[in-house]
């Protein structure tokens, strides 16, 4: 970005400009601009402070006074415009421009070259070059560039859309608000990478909340992800987060301008940025010529992880050549050209101290260790499940048994095995409840399964538990009605059931420690939003057994209200898409228990949306309105789920089955009797992916 005559000459003007001004307004607030952000390039990307504190502050404070006086001389990539002005009430849902997939795991040596084979194969030739560079472990962010200037930071979200959180990725001081783009005709970019915490940071700021009396929080990619999220954008400066960017996902230029030589390749894309201010992995990327020696790499850099500032979990392998890449594609879930090499998990030996069995919201009992607290990975385990008698038993644990405790993909901790040379006689059997902990009904285990379940609907844990899931984010999105609160509320009689959500007594819960005014007001008003959320959530909130957020669409897409499906034949569920045996049989008896049907009336008395107003509505709600799709075979430009998502968001409908009802049929690699029976009817248009993508395009 900055050649070292440039760095010589912005170094004695910041000098100069600490003791005076330039000749006009507009050329000293230019000049602080111009100082300010190359004093942050060199301290947040190169590590290399070029002022002290105190002499940035003053600069800083000299230009925010200037702009204060002289608004107009005020540009969108002035170091001050980083400060939000107030707070969001939430972040809006935004499409990302190119689907962030996910990536292919390797665990080991024969898993690479297994990979290396492959992407011989589907580029045609042996002559590949790799690059490896680390997988840091943070939150993933999309970031969209405009003439130059940045208009749009997101997360990840489902991978089809994010969360628009531009206003915190601005408090990113490493996150460059403006590039020059330009120069290479470049007019709009996506660029990808993950937000971190250095480690020293995160340390320091856990010291700081442990001495404010606050709970340390769990661990830096936690954090992250967690900050990104924070509705005050001071508090999000606080936590001094970082960002490394690592992949250009989409540009255009303008007019026929030629693809700059550095954007042919993933090496040069991410020297091209770096070179632009961005941070980019560029001195811990390396290229090679051979698979070998990319395992090499894998094996030293696994050995020196630790030295690195930030967390990582693994190294990412890419085919540099973009043509290469563009040729071997992707499946629905990742890249052909890129695959992930996990370092080896995270280990620790732990005494094992008591089980304890937990029951869910559909009786299934689990057994949870709870073990002598130990750090793993930057985590302190201290619970973990052991998922049935079945797995208790063939790890043949005891209490008092040491343990060895590993985090599998260093997120989900498990147990591996007990070291049983160390047992000296006193350990004792878990013994596997034959009533539940809860209630004390007797426990049953159908031949099928290998859980224990308590088949009691009544039972507090279940209704605890099911009134979570309902108010959770993914069903009814009730904001603020948390685990902790329904639990509070539960137990003293405040909340009795799902349908006590929207009748409850709000003087009582005002006389509650921690609820003021602006709380209960906030979680009200969750509440009445969520009456108006679509069948579908509505369905999945019920939480009825096998069926997830998908089979939920099915169900709530077959029918005009919820109580048609108390007259579904096990015939016409299973003739929906993706219903099995197993999940007729669950809706069945969830719409055929009268409780249940009690619940759904007391539901729709509250105001809760029990209709498919996609079916009943008559107004025009997006582009592809009235418009109806299905999907069949293998989609190779992004999962089915996503395609249903960008169908969804445009205002059309999906169908389940092929029938005169359908307008679109898309069909991907090895489609059968779909489309063969479309083709049939002679009335359905059928499109391949990418005329699938052009229509949803406009």
């Excluded at 395992?295 to 030295?307: L, P, S, T, V, Y």
């Excluded at 290998?450 to 904001?479: G, L, T, Y």
């Excluded at 539960?490 to 609820?515: H, R, V």
Aim: glycine fraction near 6%.
């Amino acid at each position: 970005m900055y050649t070292t005559q440039d760095e010589q000459r912005l170094y004695n003007q910041a000098k100069a400009l600490l003791n005076n001004d330039a000749a006009t307004v507009e050329a000293t607030t230019q000049q602080l601009r111009e100082v300010l952000n190359y004093a942050d390039w060199k301290y947040y990307v190169q590590s290399e402070p070029v002022l002290a504190d105190a002499e940035y502050d003053t600069l800083f404070k000299k230009l925010q006074h200037l702009e204060e006086q002289y608004p107009e001389h005020i540009t969108g990539d002035s170091p001050t415009q980083r400060v939000a002005k107030g707070l969001s009430e939430k972040f809006p849902a935004v499409s990302h421009l190119v689907p962030m997939l996910s990536l292919d795991n390797t665990y080991n040596a024969d898993d690479l070259r297994d990979w290396d084979r492959r992407c011989k194969e589907l580029a045609g030739t042996d002559d590949i070059e790799y690059c490896a560079e680390p997988k840091y472990d943070g939150a993933s962010i999309s970031l969209i560039y405009e003439n130059g200037q940045l208009v749009r930071g997101a997360t990840r979200g489902d991978g089809v859309m994010g969360e628009e959180v531009t206003t915190n990725i601005r408090q990113i001081r490493s996150v460059p608000l403006s590039a020059a783009f330009t120069k290479d005709n470049i007019n709009q970019i996506e660029i990808r990478g993950e937000v971190v915490i250095n480690k020293d940071v995160f340390a320091a700021y856990n010291t700081q909340r442990i001495s404010e009396g606050l709970s340390p929080l769990a661990n830096p990619r936690n954090a992250a992800s967690g900050t990104l999220r924070i509705l005050d954008p001071a508090e999000v400066g606080k936590r001094k987060l970082s960002a490394i960017l690592y992949h250009i996902s989409y540009y255009t230029q303008t007019g026929d301008s030629v693809v700059p030589e550095a954007l042919q390749t993933h090496y040069g894309s991410l020297n091209w940025l770096y070179q632009l201010g961005f941070p980019t992995p560029v001195h811990e990327m390396k290229r090679f010529r051979s698979i070998d020696e990319v395992i090499d790499f894998c094996a030293a850099f696994e050995a020196r992880r630790d030295d690195l500032p930030y967390e990582v979990d693994g190294l990412v392998i890419k085919v540099n050549n973009f043509l290469l890449q563009d040729k071997m594609g992707m499946t629905t879930h990742h890249p052909r050209w890129a695959v992930a090499y996990k370092f080896k998990a995270r280990q620790a030996t732990s005494k094992l101290l008591r089980v304890e069995f937990q029951v869910g919201r559909t009786g299934s009992v689990t057994p949870v260790a709870k073990i002598e607290p130990v750090p793993i990975g930057g985590v302190t385990v201290s619970s973990i499940s052991l998922f049935n008698e079945d797995v208790v038993r063939e790890k043949d644990l005891h209490i008092g048994d040491t343990v060895l405790v590993e985090r599998a993909g260093d997120v989900i901790p498990y147990i591996v095995k007990p070291l049983a040379e160390l047992r000296d006689g006193s350990e004792e059997k878990i013994v596997f409840p034959t009533h539940c902990p809860v209630c004390n009904e007797e426990l049953e285990k159908p031949e099928e399964e290998a859980v224990w379940r308590c088949i009691n609907i009544s039972c507090p844990a279940q209704v605890v538990e099911r009134i979570i899931h309902f108010a959770s984010k993914d069903a009814m999105d009730i904001r603020n009605m948390g685990d902790a609160n329904v639990r509070k509320f539960y137990e003293l009689g405040l909340l009795k059931n799902i349908p006590g959500i929207y009748t409850i007594n709000w003087d009582e819960i005002a006389k509650l420690g921690g609820f003021g005014e602006k709380s209960i007001t906030n979680l009200k008003t969750a509440i009445d939003n969520s009456k108006q959320q679509p069948l579908n959530r509505v369905i999945y909130g019920l939480g009825i057994r096998h069926v997830g957020e998908t089979m939920a669409k099915t169900l709530a897409n077959a029918v005009e209200h919820i109580r048609d499906l108390y007259n579904y034949t096990e015939e016409q569920l299973l003739a929906l898409e993706d219903v099995g045996p197993k999940v007729a049989a669950s809706v069945m008896h969830f719409f055929h228990t009268p409780e249940n049907r009690h619940m759904i009336d007391l539901l729709e008395q509250a105001g809760v949306n029990l209709v498919n107003q996609k079916r009943n509505t008559s107004q025009a709600s997006g582009e592809l309105e009235g418009k109806t799709f299905l999907f069949t075979g293998t989609l190779n430009r992004f999962k089915r789920s996503e395609a249903e998502a960008m169908v969804e968001a445009k205002g059309g409908t999906l169908l389940s089955s092929v029938s005169s009802k359908l307008n679109y049929l898309v069909v991907g690699e090895d489609a059968g009797s779909k489309l063969e029976k479309a083709k049939k009817l002679g009335t359905v248009a059928i499109l391949s992916e990418d005329e699938f993508l052009t229509l949803i395009n406009g």
